[in-house]
């Protein structure tokens, strides 16, 4: 089964990395739920001889995703923290990374709580300003490490403009591509080296896997991380790369009603009298709003909203009945969150409270349920308070 050589993205996403089986024809690809392979004489093998090293459910999960984000090669790890421990292994002690202030808590913790001991470097800034990049690059800077949409505050970063910024200082560029997915934004066109997914979100889309992802298109970076998932050996077992690879066949359409529910929601919170502010990409009174309607194909599903106190988010919290207090995200199911203590409870208080990550702030991963519902069911839980 051959793509078209100018396939779109939705036939990408079925298609991609993923031939019939060749001992069957199955059209689906197998679980190949294996440690180790048969070699046909010393020497002689098909190609796959341990199953740390290989495995075709992975290695297909790998292409499609490759594909599907526009990168020559991608791979698949244990967890979306895994997958950004690898991508950090392309730098040594004293190197120097400009972060995205507004980051996931995970990465936070991971940059400040473990890669500080081996002699790496961070600085922290508002990325939506090219001029704070800019500002913060060293001799020493070697990633440029980027979140956009950002976790929760939902600030957007001009991509391809920081991509010029950190290219002409020799910088390369690393966007954890998660809280969009490659539906809404494909970060490689407009620049970046490599995209991080946690696959456990958007791309897998059914909350049963936990899984992190890697894509890369230089040769360098592309001949390392292939190196470090071996070594190091945090791979994607075979079963999540098949949960995986039948999530991304409806990641457009999943995306489509995810984009729609959202917007629909965010427009009812923004109207809503007691809500104080709604963060949300696609409403006009969002900073960057434009900028997302150049960047983004529809503006995700993700909102975060302020009620004005931390008792009044625990009404809503605790209130709502078809939403689900969890945290994840990215899911056919909606799931609503407090980022402050859930989240992103492992980044100080005074620097959460710098970042917009109030007491008061509730985060939803709008789901695909009939927007009704979702909607009615907002509606009884911010009666309560």
Known sequence: ??????????????????????????????????????????????????????????????????????????????????????????????????????????????????????????????????????RAIRPSTKMLFLETPTNPVLRLTDLAGACQVAHRHGVFVAVDNTFASPYVQRPIGFGADLVVHSTTKFLNGHSDSVGGIVVAVRDDHIEWLRFVQNAEGAILGPMDAWLVLRGTKTLPIRMERHNANAMVLAEYLASHPKVAQVHYPGLPSHPQHELARRQMCGFGGLISFRVGSLERARAVLNGVELMALAESLGGVETLISHPATMTHASVPADRRQRLGITDDLIRISVGIEHVDDLRDDLAQALDRV
């Open 1 to 134: 089964m051959k793509l078209p050589e100018h396939a779109r993205f939705s036939t990408i996403c079925i298609h991609a990395g993923q031939a019939p089986d060749p001992a069957t024809g199955a059209i689906i690809t197998p679980i190949y739920q294996t440690s180790t392979y048969v070699q046909e004489a010393l020497g002689v093998h098909k190609g796959y001889e341990y199953a740390r090293t290989q495995n075709p459910t992975r290695a297909a999960l790998e292409a499609n995703v490759a594909a599907i984000e526009h990168g020559r090669a991608a791979f698949a790890f244990a967890s979306g923290m895994a997958a950004e421990g690898a991508v950090m292994t392309l730098l040594q002690s004293g190197d120097h990374v400009v972060v995205t202030d507004n980051t996931y808590g995970g990465t936070y913790r991971l940059f400040e709580q473990v890669l500080r001991k081996y002699g790496l470097d961070f600085t922290y800034v508002d990325t939506s300003s090219l001029d704070e990049i800019e």
